[in-house]
Nanobody
Framework: QVQLVESGGGLVQPGGSLRVSCVASGSIFSISHMGWFRQAPGKEREFVAGVTRSGVTVYADSVKGRFTISRDSAKNTVYLQMNSLKPEDTAVYYC???????????WGQGIQVTVSS
């Protein structure tokens, strides 16, 4: 089994920046796809950003140019750097890992990101 633990969430003002991290542990036998999803109150969970097993990054149109996903394979960690944050970015952010695209086999517990003045 694989466990995913997110950290780095919190409250930030509009236009600010935040970096969230996700550390994977457990039965990790190969490089896999990893990504971030988010769910705002009253809305469906949506894909935010992902990095494939080969290192290709993919972004939702709503965050393209503002968010950057990166991976440190040696540390089994994926990061999401969020810049120019908007109130509509407020959501619970979930880290995900999987062998198929989009990654959805394993999920973190979710971490709150609130963008408010």
């Amino acid at each position: 089994q694989v466990q995913l633990v997110e950290s780095g969430g919190g409250l930030v003002q509009p236009g600010g920046s935040l970096r969230v991290s996700c550390v994977a542990s457990g039965s990790i036998f190969s490089i896999s796809h990893m990504g971030w999803f988010r769910q705002a109150p009253g809305k469906e969970r949506e894909f935010v950003a992902g990095v494939t097993r080969s290192g290709v990054t993919v972004y939702a149109d709503s965050v393209k140019g503002r968010f950057t996903i990166s991976r440190d394979s040696a540390k089994n960690t994926v990061y999401l750097q969020m810049n120019s944050l908007k109130p509509e970015d407020t959501a619970v952010y979930y880290c995900a890992r999987g062998e198929t695209w989009p990654p959805n086999r394993y999920w973190g517990q979710g971490i709150q990101v609130t963008v408010s003045s």
